[in-house]
């Protein structure tokens, strides 16, 4: 009885060690597909990604061809008298809104949009995008003419050739014009109330026009003049002109 017994026991004990050496099987077998199938759609992945870096590179490689043709094109841009009005009343426009909120007269120092004018320097570590300058009867702004290459569809300029793998750029996005403006009318405002301005560009160069105390104010006052506009009923006026000249 007891021996029928233990060879019940030792035959139920070898079918579960068989089971569980099936069950071991089927999941080491499991697990490796599992595995197979991480690799596979990691390699799937990679793959995808690699395609679209070669895409994007073949796009900022030509990009950066393109933007080359079309800062020629500007020439035609530079001088043209629709050019000139938009800026003039755009930047006329906020000086004499901002003036009034503060309760500055400016009348004593007129502002003249000046040009646009052509930096070599610019995007070789110097990003001037704008200036604004005091002379003994009125203060004048100029931009820099990168700018205009977003008329022509183009919202960054590449300052570097994607071809040897660097994609550094500025932004040249009408919002980021229109921070630009926003900046040489905050110069503009501090000419009006001190005879002189400074900002934290002055502080990088120096150049001797630092003032700590200036520069915070101009800070302030670029932000909330490029409020003013940004926030304004006519922002997508200007835009809409912008882009129809």
């Known amino acids: 009885m007891k021996d029928s017994q233990n060879r019940t026991k030792k035959q139920l004990l070898k079918r579960v060690w068989e089971w569980i050496k099936i069950g071991s099987l089927l999941l080491g077998i499991f697990c490796g597909i599992i595995l197979v199938y991480r690799w596979w759609d990691r390699q799937q992945k990679l793959e995808r990604l690699q395609v679209q870096i070669k895409e994007l590179q073949e796009q900022a490689q030509q990009q950066y061809q393109l933007q ?62 704008g200036r604004c300058w005091k002379e003994p009867k009125l203060v004048k702004i100029s931009l820099n003419r990168l700018y205009l290459l977003n008329k022509l569809g183009h919202d960054r300029y590449s300052t570097s050739n994607p071809k040897y793998g660097d994609y550094t750029y500025l932004d040249i996005s009408f919002d980021k014009m229109i921070d630009t403006c926003s900046h040489e009318l905050a110069h503009y405002i501090q000419f009006v109330k001190y005879g002189r301005s400074s900002c934290e560009s002055d502080l990088k160069l120096e150049n001797g026009n630092y003032s700590e105390k200036l520069a915070k104010e101009h800070e302030e006052f670029s932000k909330e003049i490029y409020q003013l506009v940004k926030n304004s009923d006519e922002y997508s006026e200007w835009e809409k002109r912008w882009k129809e000249i």
């Open 68 to 129: 080359d043709v079309h800062l020629i094109s500007t020439n035609d841009l530079v001088n043209s008298p629709k050019v000139q009005d938009f800026f003039s009343d755009l930047l006329t426009t906020y000086a004499k809104k901002f003036a009034k909120i503060k309760n500055i007269s400016i009348s004593h120092l007129p502002l003249k949009f000046e040009s646009l004018y052509y930096d070599p320097k610019t995007g070789n570590g110097y990003g001037e995008m």
